[in-house]
T-cell receptor
Framework: AQRVTQPEKLLSVFKGAPVELKCNYS??????LFWYVQYSRQRLQLLLR??SRESIKGFTADLNKGETSFHLKKPFAQEEDSAMYYC?????????????FGQGTILTVHP | SAVISQKPSRDICQRGTSLTIQCQVD?????MFWYRQQPGQSLTLIAT?????????ESGFVIDKFPISRPNLTFSTLTVSNMSPEDSSIYLC????????????FGPGTRLTVT
């Protein structure tokens, strides 16, 4: 069975400070990892996909298979980054679309 | 991209009744999914809605409780049957585009309260 753990339910930082949202996973195969974000009164949307290795809105995430982690990082947080962030895992292949989500982390960026 | 709408956006229902939630997508998609988010919990996959065949349910979810229809490539319904207060959740429809670059989209959700 697969599992995604986000140890921090709440995370508060000040504007301009670095931020790291932690995500650890458990899966015996080769997973695909994602970060989803939900801004206030908006629907859930994809932020990052590990395969893409891209930076979106200044956020990056590196898959560390040794530590089974996929932490989300941003060097300088902005107030508009305040949102709920979910780490999610897919087994890939025919399991595309079937996501296992972590508990989510509420990020608050203070001015 | 795919734009998903859900009806109703919210409802308050009495114990023992059933509610059907509709999911409409603005383009044809191969794969549609239904997720549940219980209060204070994460999202959990209920089932995959397959066009032309029965839905595929995840462990802990059964067809009698959550019957699903998928009459075409743009529409699906999820029924929550014989509701109890434990069914109070946000129910989300999701689609996977499958068009090369991975993109999965979520609907706005249906907030269900069972009294």
């Amino acid at each position: 069975a697969q599992r995604v753990t986000q140890p921090e339910k709440l995370l508060s930082v000040f504007k301009g400070a670095p931020v790291e949202l932690k995500c650890n996973y458990s899966y015996s195969g080769s997973p695909e990892l994602f970060w989803y974000v939900q801004y206030s009164r908006q629907r859930l949307q994809l932020l990052l996909r590990h395969i893409s290795r891209e930076s979106i809105k200044g956020f990056t995430a590196d898959l560390n298979k040794g530590e089974t982690s996929f932490h989300l990082k941003k060097p300088f947080a902005q107030e508009e980054d305040s949102a709920m962030y979910y780490c999610a895992l897919s087994a890939g292949g025919t399991s595309y679309g079937k996501l296992t989500f972590g508990q989510g982390t509420i990020l608050t960026v203070h001015p | 991209s795919a734009v998903i709408s859900q009806k109703p956006s919210r409802d308050i229902c009495q114990r023992g009744t059933s509610l059907t939630i509709q999911c409409q997508v603005d383009s044809q998609v191969t794969m549609m999914f239904w997720y549940r988010q219980q209060p204070g919990q994460s999202l959990t996959l209920i089932a995959t809605a397959n066009q032309g065949s029965e839905a595929t349910y995840e462990s802990g979810f059964v067809i009698d409780k959550f019957p699903i229809s998928r009459p075409n490539l743009t529409f699906s319904t999820l029924t929550v049957s014989n509701m109890s207060p434990e069914d109070s959740s946000i129910y989300l429809c999701s689609v996977y585009s499958g068009q090369g670059y991975y993109e999965q989209y979520f609907g706005p959700g249906t907030r269900l309260t069972v009294t």
